[in-house]
């Protein structure tokens, strides 16, 4: 039997750390889509990659089934199987493989990472600023305004356009910068900060904000989380977060023009009106 040239590389993908194992080949298609995000700090999470020559077809949605405490993880073009903080998975090294690898590469790391944290974190299609050192999150259907966003505030550190994983606390919610890139391809950077708010934006041809209520605001975030865990109480977990999130941190709704300047009404409308008054 030939043997498989194999190494090691450790990543930082949210709040959790991945280290990764095995086949050296499968190893390069890390780089350098997660080059920022290497380091050398303890592994919450060991994934162990290995090629296959076999097809492994379908499905075309991400896909998580529990047994007992076991996790199989399913998507085209690899598989998965995560028992706690250990994970063997396998990548189709097919023909195509020097392209698609480091896709699939991400999108296995992306979904291991969301089911590891099911209990802690949640997942959004959301363009993440930084802004007088805090996190907002901005979501909305497709042409709302994420990437114009995104593009006109270049902010450090630059949390991502299209992928936001938000951690969740008693005390705090925070928003971490992934290696995940939008369709524009703007690159992310390490980071993490306290969130502020989330925005919810529409497409109205003026700018403005109106703060939600969390009965409000809970249905329109909704459709905007992340998810590969279908099981029952994956989908409890998600809605438990949901549920703690939007009493946790203000949501608002902006509609704008591309011009217009909307941070000071963004912070008017989660500044208490006393507090106001002394500015």
């Known amino acids: 039997?030939?043997?498989?040239?194999?190494?090691?590389?450790?990543?930082?993908?949210?709040?959790?750390?991945?280290?990764?194992e095995g086949d050296a080949r499968a190893l390069d298609w890390l780089w350098p889509q997660h080059s920022a995000f290497s380091t050398s700090q303890h592994p919450d999470i060991t994934v162990r990659l290995a090629l296959s020559?076999?097809?492994?077809?379908?499905?075309?949605?991400?896909?998580?089934?529990?047994?007992?405490?076991?996790f199989e993880l399913a998507y085209h073009g690899?598989?998965?199987?995560?028992?706690?903080?250990?994970?063997?998975?396998?990548?189709?090294?097919?023909?195509?493989?020097?392209?698609?690898?480091?896709?699939?590469?991400s999108s296995l790391l992306r979904?291991?990472?969301?089911?590891?944290?099911?209990?802690?974190?949640?997942?959004?299609?959301?363009?993440?600023?930084?802004?007088?050192?805090?996190?907002?999150?901005?979501?909305?259907?497709r042409g709302a305004g994420k990437t114009t966003l995104a593009s006109r505030y270049v902010s450090r550190p630059r949390l991502g356009d299209d992928y936001a994983l938000l951690a969740l606390s008693n005390e705090r919610v925070e928003v971490y910068g992934t290696p995940y890139a939008g369709r524009e391809g703007t690159p992310?950077?390490?980071?993490?900060?306290?969130?502020s708010a989330l925005v919810?934006?529409?497409?109205?041809?003026?700018?403005?904000?109106?703060?939600?209520?969390?009965?409000e605001a809970y249905p329109l975030l909704l459709e905007h989380?992340?998810?590969a865990d279908m099981t029952h109480e994956g989908v409890t977990n998600r809605m438990k977060m949901l549920e703690h999130l939007v009493r946790a941190v203000p949501v608002l709704r902006l509609s704008f023009r591309r011009d217009d300047a909307i941070?000071?009404?963004?912070l008017s409308a989660i500044t208490p009106i006393a507090s106001r008054s002394t500015l």
């Open 1 to 20: 039997m030939n043997r498989v040239d194999t190494s090691t590389a450790s990543i930082r993908i949210g709040p959790v750390v991945v280290q990764c």
């Open 53 to 70: 020559e076999t097809p492994l077809m379908g499905p075309s949605m991400p896909t998580a089934q529990r047994s007992d405490n076991v």
């Open 78 to 105: 690899w598989r998965a199987r995560l028992t706690g903080d250990y994970a063997d998975a396998r990548i189709y090294a097919g023909p195509s493989a020097p392209q698609r690898g480091p896709r699939r590469v």
């Open 111 to 141: 979904v291991l990472t969301q089911v590891f944290l099911r209990k802690s974190g949640i997942a959004l299609h959301g363009a993440t600023l930084a802004h007088a050192g805090t996190g907002w999150v901005f979501v909305g259907a």
């Open 188 to 195: 992310s950077e390490p980071g993490t900060l306290s969130l």
């Open 200 to 215: 919810v934006l529409s497409q109205r041809p003026h700018l403005r904000v109106t703060r939600l209520s969390a009965r």
């Open 225 to 227: 989380v992340i998810a």
């Open 263 to 266: 941070w000071g009404a963004l």
